[in-house]
């Protein structure tokens, strides 16, 4: 199943030789090309330029660096680069499927909730508690969900399904979290949670789930008026045979019996029998 287009709007952004180049592979070029300046800039000595790219709702509120809703993403510190490069590898195997079944302009504002739902959110809790956030590991974990939602019988790492890999992923990440009782990275991680599964889902993707679709159903507005479809009386065989006949009848009369194709000869002897049998 993997590999497979199934959306219309899927196509590739250009070609590399025979290589597509789709969203998801700029986007790691992206991320991987500041990660590497960012290496750059720390051996340089010059690690401060980075606070101007951290999300911080002070700076945000205060002094309207709204571009720090966006650029905290970008910032990947030095020290976990093997785990960028594992988050690289996740986002590319992953987010490319995900973007072959939505679609671009889908999966493009999937990436665009997952990166901005957060911070706004940290933005409206900074007005009663300063708030911070770096990195996009909670954003491509969202990616992951929404494959998992996708294919959620999928066979990964030692034939660990897709559905139970993102359950058991999420609750160690979120058991890490509370550990340290980092509140607003929670709250970060079970929003990209959330908005993975539910941009999924709404579009009507995904195995069949009773709870979301009795709470679908819950949510559309209910009809003012039942329209009750107006009873048609049976028809009667011999309505049947006088629709098929007459023309038939008709025929000969103007151009004889002779003008008869096989088929209204056929039609002709089955009236006669019926006829027939009905006088016995």
Not at 196 to 211: I, M
Request: a positive charge.
């Amino acid at each position: 199943m993997f590999g497979v287009t199934t959306s219309d709007d899927y196509r590739p952004v250009t070609w590399m030789g025979r290589f597509p180049i789709d969203v998801t592979t700029i986007l790691v070029a992206l991320h991987v090309g500041v990660a590497i300046l960012t290496c750059l800039v720390v051996a340089a000595s010059g690690g401060a330029v980075l606070n101007f790219m951290l999300f911080d709702s002070a700076r945000v509120l205060g002094a309207g660096q709204i571009w720090r809703l966006g650029t905290y993403a970008f910032v990947h510190s030095p020290s976990m680069l093997l785990w960028f490069a594992i988050e690289m590898y996740m986002l590319f195997v992953f987010g490319r499927e995900v973007e072959r079944f939505i679609g671009q302009r889908a999966y493009i504002a999937l990436y665009a909730l997952l990166l901005f739902i957060p911070s706004l959110l940290l933005t409206v809790w900074g007005l009663g508690q300063r708030t911070g956030l770096a990195g996009s590991l909670a954003l491509h974990f969202g990616i992951f969900v929404a494959f998992a939602t996708i294919y959620p019988a999928a066979e990964l790492l030692l034939r660990i399904t897709a559905k139970w890999s993102a359950v058991i992923l999420g609750a160690i990440y979120v058991l890490q979290l509370l550990a340290y009782n980092a509140w607003t990275d929670l709250a970060v991680l079970l929003t990209s949670i959330a908005v993975g599964f539910c941009f999924v889902r709404l579009r009507g993707v995904g195995p069949e789930l009773v709870w979301w679709e009795n709470l679908k159903a819950r949510l559309q507005p209910k009809p003012k008026f039942k329209v009750v479809p107006k009873s048609t009386p049976a028809r009667r065989d011999d309505d049947d045979i006088s629709e098929s006949v007459d023309p038939i009848l008709d025929k000969i009369a103007r151009s004889g019996i002779g003008s008869l194709t096989p088929n209204e000869r056929r039609i002709l002897d089955r009236a006669r029998d019926r006829l027939l049998r009905e006088s016995k």
